[in-house]
Nanobody
Framework: QLQASGGGLVQAGGSLRLSCAAS????????MGWFRQAPGKERLFVGF????????YYAASVKGRFTISRDNAKNTVYLQMNSLKPEDTAVYYC???????????????????WGQGTQVTVSS
């Protein structure tokens, strides 16, 4: 029901925009999050956007470089990634949360639906 896309190979300093398209239901009332998982590492929080798109929150490692936005009419969430670094290399996942507890939105188990992930590779 969530399909992430837009990943690829990019050089350090470059940009990518990931998309997360929802199907089968509307996610306009859901807070949406992005997580990433590097090889051999745990899945980590990247950021989230409120259902109303009036608030976002980012992990310190990406703040100022990544921007999350959403278009509820298109049932799509975006992750704009700028100034990419090799350490941003990971599989990126989008997720949807029914709850609106900001603390739980930092955690994987705060989300009810997950996309399949898209690979982002940043070369040095």
């Amino acid at each position: 029901q969530l399909q992430a896309s837009g990943g690829g190979l990019v050089q350090a300093g470059g940009s990518l925009r990931l998309s997360c398209a929802a199907s089968g239901r509307t996610f306009s009332g859901y807070d949406m999050g992005w997580f990433r998982q590097a090889p051999g590492k745990e899945r980590l929080f990247v950021g989230f956007i409120r259902w109303s798109a009036d608030s976002t929150y980012y992990a310190a490692s990406v703040k100022g470089r990544f921007t999350i936005s959403r278009d509820n009419a298109k049932n799509t969430v975006y992750l704009q990634m700028n100034s990419l670094k090799p350490e941003d290399t990971a599989v990126y996942y989008c997720a949807a949360a029914i709850n609106h507890d900001s603390g739980r939105l930092l955690l994987q188990d705060g989300y009810n639906y997950w996309g399949q992930g898209t690979q982002v590779t940043v070369s040095s």
